[in-house]
């Protein structure tokens, strides 16, 4: 019962991009890419949760460089399993391609 790992309150994903047509951009709104969900169905159960973008910065604020960007996954994108999200303020694009975590909070069930 002591050696127990403790449980991940997260899914991983990945950053894919801004959504963007072929000339156009919306920096707004980010691709990710959720571990384990490949269809549309799959990605209805993290609509409305939250995402948190976790990166270390340069310059040490409260005694941590470690800085957050949270986000709401808002719908699902395509047919293979992407969602869309909307972050509080735009991801830079150094984020893409990076992990993101998306908490299992707030629940619909």
Do not use: C
Request: zero cysteines.
């Amino acid at each position: 019962m002591t050696n127990e790992r403790p449980h991940r309150l997260y899914a991983k994903g990945r950053v894919l991009g801004f959504k963007r047509a072929k000339r156009n951009t919306t920096e707004h709104t980010s691709l990710l890419q959720i571990e384990g969900v490949a269809t549309t169905e799959d990605t209805k159960f993290y609509l409305g949760k939250r995402v948190a973008y976790v990166y270390r910065a340069k310059r040490v604020i409260d005694g941590s460089r470690i800085r957050v960007i949270w986000g709401r996954v808002t719908r699902s994108h395509g047919t293979s399993g992407a969602v869309r999200a909307k972050f509080r303020s735009n991801l830079p694009p150094r984020s893409f391609g990076a992990s993101v975590r998306i908490m299992l909070y707030p629940s619909r069930v």
